[in-house]
């Protein structure tokens, strides 16, 4: 019985152990930090000055924390970085968006270890080979967003049926991985618009998005005839006008402010109206989760990383029910 015990107890604090912590999510953000170039480098404040990226004085720039344990990263505009394995290990994170950073290598398969992660944007980036199988382990109503990196070569049949993803995450990656994983497949050139001359300054029109070609971002539309230009102005002549979105009624409250929306209804409401798919089923303190439009053409404009825990929390919790 003794050593039955004590293997139990050994167990437990071996679980304890390998659980990821406040210095191991430290250990990985600094991990990214070292690829990260000055410029980029010079953005991140507070990163890696002390060991504490949740400490509310010295707080590390574009990261948010719950509890002690980081749960969002937002950042844009680094130029340059790769992500690393250890990212895998931050497992409370719900949210990644790191839209347009320049972010260079292959998608470590250590991603799909983050079981709560609900909006994870990687677009307009440089990444290449293959998106890993191990993203199959997001919740299928996760955001999954890989638009304009032209490196990417497949992604796996699983996400095949996630509709957040393949409305607008895929991107141009139109490949279903092989077997193998893709890890043989030809690498697809990268267009490089880190250096574009509209890179800060180009804004598309509501329901276009940016994409990098030729070493210039432009709106596109999904539909010919849109322009751009470098002066921060776009003009689509394909594109559909898009009307706001609004939740049913006043009762209902909004879980995300952007496309698309998604509202949760007031106690004791049990079904979506018609036009809304229904994203989790009532309980007994809130009514049904419904969405509707068409999927996000790309990460929200940013703005500090602690505006965005309490809503991406929130919209975790209906992912899970």
């Not at 990260?36 to 400490?55: E, H, I």
């Not at 393949?166 to 141009?172: A, E, Q, T, Y």
């Not at 940016?210 to 102005?233: A, I, M, P, Q, Y």
């Not at 089923?281 to 500090?304: D, E, I, N, R, Y």
Request: a positive charge.
């Amino acid at each position: 019985m003794f050593f039955f015990i004590a293997l139990l107890m050994t167990l437990a604090l071996v679980a304890v152990v390998s659980a990821g912590d406040e210095k191991s999510d430290a250990a990985a953000l600094c991990d990214f930090y070292k690829t990260v170039p000055a410029a980029g480098k010079a953005k991140l404040t507070n990163w890696c000055k002390n060991q504490s990226p949740c400490n509310e004085l010295l707080a590390w720039y574009g990261v948010s924390c719950t509890n002690k344990r980081v749960d969002v990263i937002a950042i844009e505009g680094l130029g340059g970085g790769i992500l690393p394995p250890s990212w895998g290990n931050m497992d409370e994170l719900i949210m990644i968006s790191m839209y347009g950073d320049g972010l260079t290598g292959r998608i470590p398969s250590e991603l799909g270890n983050l079981k709560k992660m609900g909006s994870l944007w990687l677009n307009e980036n440089q990444l290449t080979g293959p998106i890993p199988a191990s993203f199959c382990n997001y919740a299928k109503t996760s955001n999954i967003d890989f638009y304009a990196n032209n490196g990417i070569t497949c992604y796996p049949s699983c996400l095949s049926t996630r509709e957040f993803f393949m409305s607008h995450g895929r991107g141009n990656v139109k490949t279903v991985c092989p077997a193998d994983g893709g890890a043989n497949l030809p690498q697809r050139p990268v267009d490089d618009c880190s250096n574009a001359p509209n890179k800060d300054t180009l804004s598309c029109n509501a329901g276009t998005r940016r994409e990098c070609l030729g070493g210039k971002f432009v709106c596109h539309s999904g539909n010919s005839g849109t322009t751009s230009s470098s002066s921060g102005s776009s003009t689509s002549t394909g594109a559909k006008p898009v009307t706001a979105n609004k939740c049913p009624d006043s009762k209902w409250k909004a879980v995300t402010g952007y496309t698309p929306l998604r509202c949760s209804a007031p106690k004791g409401v049990k079904s979506c109206p018609t036009g809304w798919k229904r994203l989790s089923a009532a309980t007994s303190t809130k009514g049904v989760t419904c969405s509707k439009g068409s999927a996000p053409t790309h990460a929200p404009t940013l703005s500090p990383a602690a505006d965005y825990a309490g809503d991406y929390g929130e919209e975790q919790t209906y992912a899970a029910e």
